[in-house]
């Protein structure tokens, strides 16, 4: 009776078209506008490209020995084919009025002159620029160093002449005081949690048919409630064949969301596929089983319980980062609490941590927060649907 049931009701799903807009259709759509937003900061390098720039050369430029042998070091030929590592910019030594020409085409993004000859000056060196932006700042945080380095040493030479060699080879070896450490060799982006809460979202969505499955079991909620009361099967098996049934439609959706954020986006989800399964499942549990305790603890319209549902289902996908990125780790700094109650943000975390992190304790945890609450939605689904009478059908 049990498969009877579950192979009527899983044809019955499949026929629901608002709902399968819903729960896949909008889930893809919103991914693929995700994408094209961020395309641009997702489409990122390993090659820096080295910033255009020009020098004057006049006669300040070549009696100033140290400022130019520090640029050649830096710096690439201007016509130069290849660009070895460590190289910062595409240099261009040329006269003035070149140079000025360069600028004004857009060839260079910046002239420099030793003299202190331009808009900004730091320590005798000028620098004209045309605009502003990225490769503009690259270029003032150069001179602003080594106008800052020139005058240690110009301080510490005048005060113990004798110190030149010692200062001259712990110049030539920085001393880095920070180490930059990584929990895996997963590449950071945090542009990925934005694809994170959208799993987490279409999660969610699996309200969508509990809710069905609760209006069409309950003999006061619908017609068809009202026949299958009368219907001579089991009711509890009835419940069951639903959620199954509603359980796998969803979860088929998941996978086709999840195999087109990773083969057609390129989505990194990390290389631990079955633990992505496993998330994707227990948040579908928890979406199907959410759908369904709503549905028995409101006595309301199909409006009033979806307008319920989508309300609190946006607020907790937005408070996992859906919206604004970073949120949900305000959150955890702030009210910690929050994201541990929220089903939206254990899905994101979970993922984030199988990306980030080896060990895969944070993962579990998020995990068994995530089944404790499904669990909490199934008992009180069914402390409130069982043993239901009607006086009149």
Excluded at 84 to 111: H, I, N, S
Excluded at 161 to 178: D, G
Aim: hydrophobic share 45%; with cysteine.
């Amino acid at each position: 009776m049990f498969w009877h049931l579950y192979g009527g009701r899983l044809r019955s799903l499949l026929r629901d078209k608002e709902n399968l807009f819903w729960t896949l259709l909008f889930p893809i759509l919103l991914a693929t506008m995700f994408y094209v937003a961020f395309s641009n900061l997702m489409s990122t390098t390993e090659d820096f490209n080295p910033v255009p720039v020009a020098v004057v050369d006049d006669e300040a430029y070549r009696l100033d020995d140290g400022f130019r042998q520090v640029l050649d070091e830096l710096s690439v030929a201007a016509d130069a084919q290849e660009v070895p590592d460590g190289k910062l910019f595409r240099l261009t030594v040329t006269g003035r009025e070149d140079a000025d020409r360069l600028l004004e085409a857009g060839e260079v993004e910046g002239v420099i002159t030793v003299g202190g000859d331009g808009t900004d000056t730091s320590d005798g060196i000028g620098l004209k620029l045309k605009s502003s932006g990225i490769n503009q700042s690259i270029i003032k945080s150069f001179l602003d160093e080594y106008a800052q380095t020139s005058a240690a040493m110009q301080s510490i030479l005048s005060e113990n002449p004798a110190a030149v060699q010692q200062l001259v080879e712990q110049m030539s070896q920085r001393q880095e005081s920070t180490q930059a450490i990584s929990y895996s060799d997963s590449k950071p982006d945090t542009m990925l949690n934005y694809f994170y809460a959208l799993i987490a979202m279409a999660c969610l969505y699996g309200c969508f048919w509990g809710l069905r499955n609760t209006n069409d079991i309950q003999a006061d909620l619908s017609t068809l409630g009202a026949r299958r009361s009368v219907a001579p099967s089991r009711k509890m098996t009835a419940v069951l064949a639903d959620a199954g049934a509603a359980l796998t439609v969803h979860f088929g959706e998941i996978l086709i969301v999840l195999a087109y954020l990773i083969l057609a986006l390129k989505v990194d989800f990390g290389s631990r596929f079955g633990y992505v399964l496993l998330t994707c499942f227990m948040g579908c549990v928890t979406g199907v089983s959410y759908g369904t305790f709503v549905g028995a603890a409101i006595r309301k319209k199909d409006s009033v319980k979806n307008a319920i549902m989508i309300g609190l289902t946006m607020l907790l996908c937005f408070l996992s980062g859906l919206m604004v990125n970073g949120i949900r780790q305000f959150i955890a700094d702030t009210v910690p609490v929050l994201n541990y109650i929220n089903p939206a943000a254990l899905i994101t975390d979970a993922f984030y941590s199988l990306y980030v992190y080896a060990s895969t304790d944070r993962f579990f945890l998020n995990i068994g927060i995530l089944g404790g609450i499904a669990l909490l939605f199934i008992t009180g689904s069914v402390l409130l649907t069982r043993r239901q009478k009607y006086a009149s059908l």
